[in-house]
Nanobody
Framework: QVQLVESGGGLVQAGGSLRLSCAVS????????TAWFRQAPGKEREFVAQ????????LYADSVKGRFTISKNNANNTVYLQMDSLKPEDTAVYLC????????????WGQGTQVTVSS
C-alpha cells in the first residue's frame, strides 16, 4: 500500500505564490509517477503536472505552464508543486496521484488540499 498526504494549500491573493507538498510513503517504486490534479466546484478533475519516478521528466498542462513547477526530493519521498503568478481560476482542491505507467497497475490518491485565489 501507498499513502499520500498533501499540504500547503491556503488563501492567497491573485499574483501570489504557494507551494504544495505531497508526501509519499509505503511500498513506493521508482517506476511510478507522481502527478498533481485539481478539481474546482462543479468541474471535472483536471491534470496539472506530472514528474516521473526515475528520469525526473516533467509534464504540465498548458494552463499552468510557465507558472507552476513540479519537483521532488527523493530523500524524503516528497513531491512539490510551486505555484507562482496565481490566478482566481486556479482555485480548486489540489490532489496528488501516484501511479504506474500501465493502466492495470494500482493508483493512489491523496485527500487533497484547498487552494483559494482571491481577485
Amino acid at each position: 500500500q501507498v499513502q499520500l498526504v498533501e499540504s500547503g494549500g491556503g488563501l492567497v491573493q491573485a499574483g501570489g505564490s504557494l507551494r504544495l507538498s505531497c508526501a509519499v510513503s509505503g511500498r513506493t517504486s521508482s517506476t511510478y509517477r507522481t502527478a498533481w490534479f485539481r478539481q474546482a466546484p462543479g468541474k471535472e478533475r483536471e491534470f496539472v503536472a506530472q514528474i516521473s519516478g526515475s528520469t525526473n521528466l516533467t509534464l504540465y498542462a498548458d494552463s499552468v505552464k510557465g507558472r507552476f513547477t513540479i519537483s521532488k526530493n527523493n530523500a524524503n519521498n516528497t513531491v512539490y508543486l510551486q505555484m507562482d503568478s496565481l490566478k482566481p481560476e486556479d482555485t480548486a482542491v489540489y490532489l496528488c496521484k501516484y501511479y504506474g505507467v500501465l493502466a492495470t497497475l494500482p493508483e493512489y490518491w491523496g485527500q487533497g488540499t484547498q487552494v483559494t485565489v482571491s481577485s
